[in-house]
């Protein structure tokens, strides 16, 4: 487009629909929250994967062929080989740790913990992004019910942890390879003799995958799935007492729970205990802020050994809307505790601001020789707890003013070998 001066202006570009940039403060705000679970998951003897964003297409075909996630959401694409490679983004990553453990065969238990984004093409909505970062951990190599309570109690503890009182844990078993088969030819007889009740979408899911019916949250099709058969009338026994210890377990972890014996979660491989965590704070019908549950056979679907497992995945965006919800985990603390200022025109800045940081403190400072009031006022909105000016003064006495920038606080002028010390000194609230 032309404009009067001759200047072609260019287009503005703007982050693809169902992306968005995260600006500071958020982003520090969601990197305290990652902390937080790193923290957990190091000290329950979890440790860190990191895994390709892509993978091949096979590897997410994994997860039902009859799932919205791999018939309508994954984004797609083929590389630059000879012959190209089909590969996809990573729309969740179980799949992906099951890849991992079926290529490199570490040692059982495999304990690990992830965080970072995964890829939906999906409608996007508040909380639900076509790109959304995910916390995690899994437990691969055991079928222990305790390692099923493990991995859900550090769930709980993480929410606790970020000050969320409104968390609802909903637990449910799947059966197993015995228990399945009835449950599901019960399960398909019954919606489909009440077909006609419900919603246009569940009949084109029910022609797909009948036990995705049930997690449907249309109006419409509640009355049809309160009235539904539930899996635990038809679980083995080796599955029911596994269950039965599952409970064991978080009870004497005074984790509280509800038995919800309609709960499936959304992808097809889950099997035996099924979990979901329900943020009340959210008034809308896609409040769970993550969940989880048992594989027992993805890891044999994509070449390894038989392999049981079990984790979760916990949606950043969502816990987050949670959070302010509930006034929990408020705004990240200013990462800048001092802030140097310099209008002496020499290097005076560059030092002090290396010698701070040397000690282990968040320092900013500002450019472009700017005057005073400007550097004081910058200094203000950094959120800094001390200002260290350098005038033409300080600069001919080899000194330094150290400024308590919170209310009340006064100021001190110290020899420049002095000032960290002296910086340390009022940030832990000594006396200027």
């Not at 969601?30 to 902390?35: D, I, T």
């Not at 490679?85 to 690990?112: G, N, Q």
């Not at 019960?186 to 997690?215: I, M």
């Not at 308590?404 to 609230?429: F, I, N, T």
Request: net charge negative; with cysteine.
């Amino acid at each position: 487009m032309a404009v009067a001066s001759g200047v072609v202006a260019q287009p503005l570009f703007r982050a693809p629909v169902g992306t968005r940039d995260i600006l500071p403060p958020e982003s520090v705000r969601r990197r305290r929250l990652v902390s937080v679970f790193a923290d957990l998951a190091d000290r329950s003897g979890f440790e860190l994967l990191e895994s390709p964003i892509f993978e091949e297409l096979g590897v997410f075909q994994r997860l039902g062929a009859n799932n919205d996630v791999v018939t309508k959401e994954l984004f797609e694409f083929f590389d630059k080989g000879d012959p190209p490679r089909h590969l996809a983004l990573r729309p969740e990553l179980t799949a992906s740790v099951c890849r991992a453990f079926a290529e490199h065969r570490p040692t059982v238990p495999w304990k690990i913990w992830y965080s970072g984004p995964q890829f939906r093409y999906e409608r996007p909505q508040a909380g639900r992004y076509r790109q959304f970062d995910q916390v995690g951990v899994e437990t691969l190599g055991t079928d222990d019910p305790y390692a099923d309570v493990e991995v859900i109690g550090l769930g709980v503890r993480f929410y606790e942890a970020l000050g969320m009182r409104q968390v609802r844990l909903q637990i449910n078993s799947l059966g197993d390879a015995e228990s399945r088969p009835a449950y599901d030819a019960a399960l398909a007889d019954y919606l489909q003799n009440r077909r006609g009740e419900l919603s246009e979408q569940s009949r084109v899911t029910l022609e797909r995958n009948p036990l995705r019916v049930l997690d449907s949250k249309r109006e419409q099709d509640q009355p049809v799935i309160a009235a539904a058969p539930v899996m635990a009338d038809f679980l083995s026994g080796a599955s029911a007492e596994h269950f039965v210890a599952v409970k064991a377990g978080l009870d004497s972890l005074d984790a509280a729970y509800e038995v919800s014996p309609r709960l499936v979660r959304g992808l097809d491989y889950y099997t035996r205990t099924t979990f979901e965590f329900v943020a009340d704070a959210l008034d809308t019908a896609q409040n769970a802020v993550g969940g989880g549950g048992r594989y027992d056979g993805l890891v044999e679907e994509l070449g390894g050994p038989p392999t049981p497992g079990i984790g979760f995945a916990l949606g950043v965006d969502r816990i987050l809307l949670a959070c302010d919800a509930e006034g929990a985990f408020g705004g990240a603390s200013p990462p800048v505790q001092v802030f140097v200022v310099d209008v002496a025109g020499g290097l005076n800045a560059a030092v002090l601001c290396d010698r701070l940081r040397q000690a282990g403190l968040g320092v900013d400072r500002a450019f472009g020789g700017r005057s005073m009031k400007a550097q004081m006022k910058r200094a203000d909105r950094s959120g800094a707890s001390v200002a260290v000016i350098v005038g033409p003064d300080e600069q001919a006495a080899g000194t330094a003013t150290v400024r308590d920038m919170r209310p009340g606080g006064g100021q001190r002028q110290v020899p420049e070998p002095e000032v960290v010390v002296a910086v340390a000194e009022m940030l832990a609230g000594a006396a200027p």
